[in-house]
């Protein structure tokens, strides 16, 4: 009952859905911001730039790729919106991944000036637009869930040994995060397979929801009073 | 076997030591941090880097490390950087 309602209202709640998401990262982005200024931790950053980067894709999937912009599209809306929807999804999986590995891979000497634009990150630049290739000429998100998987497979591992080693707490929370996150990126894979099946990808997208305001909770937790 | 220092903690100390001394030469940082002389340098150009310390040279070539207000900044908020990180794993 609840699932036809919100099939048949689809469209229109796609962009609340949408603008939610972004909100929550938007949130975390600027409460993270002065903890960034004073630190210049590097962990931070590439935290802070994972959510950039999920704000913007969501805000593509979900309000610019809605249906109810389409008498404003170009031609090529379609081929742009997929492109970079694509881009930000890979580019934020990446981030998360990478702000529980770098202090294994960049030493303290090592102080790159810019966190979106450096050899490291360029790498993930490189890979994010082979997958963007391969998937365009195979007409498929293959690669793109396969890669995603792949990240949060390695996540959900480090968060596993980092709530082992800090049981209870919030590194709890962020394990069951990473898992939900791996979860939603298999069922979607899933639907990809069954024609988007409709009843899944709102099981997705309310997952998708919990994730979220799982990190907001930690956010808040974690810079109150910053 | 002493725990391995974390990499905010070795900058909390090192900043701390600076902010006791309001002003000290770089080799008796260097033996108070703890670190090997490789390890102190990579460490110091970071905090250079990120402001928190600044290098300043006398008439007599004397060179000191004094704290910047951004690295009073980090000390005063200490707590709350090294929970966000811990609890982030970041």
């Known amino acids: 009952m ?4 919100i099939i048949q209202n689809k469209e229109i709640l796609k962009v609340p859905y949408g603008f939610m998401i972004c909100l929550i990262c938007a949130i ?5 911001d002065r903890l960034f200024k004073i630190s210049s931790h ?4 590439y935290f802070r730039n994972a959510f950039l980067f999920f704000s913007l894709a969501f805000l593509i999937r979900y309000v610019m790729g809605s249906p109810l912009l389409l008498p404003f599209a170009h031609e090529n809306f379609f081929f742009i919106i997929k492109g970079a929807l694509e881009f930000f999804f890979i580019m934020a999986g990446f981030f998360l991944l990478y702000s529980l590995i770098w202090k294994n891979i960049e030493t303290p ?3 790159f000036i810019s966190s979106l634009f450096n050899p490291i990150i360029l790498l993930f630049y490189l890979m994010t637009f082979l997958i963007l290739a391969v998937d365009y000429i195979w007409q498929t998100y293959l690669l793109m869930f396969l890669s995603q998987i792949i990240v949060f497979v390695i996540a959900s591992a480090i968060s596993f040994n980092n709530y082992l080693n800090s049981p209870g707490g919030f590194p709890k929370f962020y394990f069951l995060a990473m898992i939900l996150s791996l979860t939603t990126w298999i069922l979607n894979a899933i ?4 024609e988007w099946n409709q009843i899944l990808i709102i099981n997705i997208s309310i ?3 919990i994730i979220f305001l799982l990190f907001l909770f930690g956010v808040i937790k974690f810079t109150k009073g910053v | 076997m002493a725990k391995k220092r974390e ?3 070795v900058i909390k100390d090192i900043l701390i030591t600076i902010r006791d001394t309001r002003k000290i030469k770089p080799t008796r940082l260097l033996y108070a941090s703890n670190l090997s002389p490789q390890m102190f340098k990579e460490y110091i150009n970071e905090l250079l880097g990120k402001s928190f310390i600044k290098l300043e040279v006398d008439d007599k070539e004397k060179k000191t490390f004094s704290l910047t207000k951004k690295g009073q900044e980090f000390l005063q908020e200490y707590k709350v950087i090294e929970n966000f990180v811990e609890n982030f794993g970041l």
């Open chain 1, 207 to 209: 997952i998708n929801i």
């Open chain 1, 28 to 32: 975390i982005f600027f409460r993270t």
């Open chain 1, 109 to 111: 000497g090592s102080h």
């Open chain 1, 2 to 5: 609840i699932y036809e309602l």
């Open chain 1, 191 to 194: 639907a990809a397979l069954f």
């Open chain 1, 42 to 45: 590097q962990g931070i950053r």
């Open chain 2, 7 to 9: 990499r905010l903690e």
